[in-house]
């Protein structure tokens, strides 16, 4: 059994900063993609950020040059610094990871974790 456990998420006013992690725990091989997803109310879940582990990166244009994702795998650990943030960042934030276990390669997802941008 993988779980995931997110934390980090808050109220920042629009300019702030705040860093989530997301931690995986459980019987696991190794983890290829972990990643970050959001999803604002009435809006569909969109991916803000994955990390590879060939070293690829990819972010969603809303937020390159201000998110920035980072990996710990002795960890098993994803983070996500999010600087310059803006109103529209506000939602709640899941982490995702595809994680090699005995039966094979599975998705996995945090309880997700509420980041709310206002003055």
């Known amino acids: 059994q993988v779980q995931l456990v997110e934390s980090g998420g808050g109220l920042v006013q629009p300019g702030g900063s705040l860093r989530l992690s997301c931690a995986a725990s459980?019987?696991?091989?190794?983890?290829?993609?972990m990643g970050w997803y959001r999803q604002a109310p009435g809006k569909q879940r969109e991916l803000v950020a994955d990390?590879?582990?060939?070293?690829?990166?990819n972010y969603a244009d809303s937020v390159k040059g201000r998110f920035t994702i980072s990996r710990d795998n002795a960890k098993n650990t994803v983070y996500l610094q999010m600087n310059s943030l803006k109103p529209e960042d506000t939602a709640v934030y899941y982490c995702?990871?595809?994680?090699?276990?005995?039966?094979?390669?599975?998705?996995?997802w945090g309880q997700g974790t509420q980041v709310t941008v206002s003055s």
């Open positions: 995702n990871m595809y994680a090699n276990v005995a039966g094979g390669l599975y998705a996995y």
């Open positions: 990390s590879h582990s060939g070293g690829y990166t």
């Open positions: 459980g019987s696991i091989f190794s983890i290829p993609t």
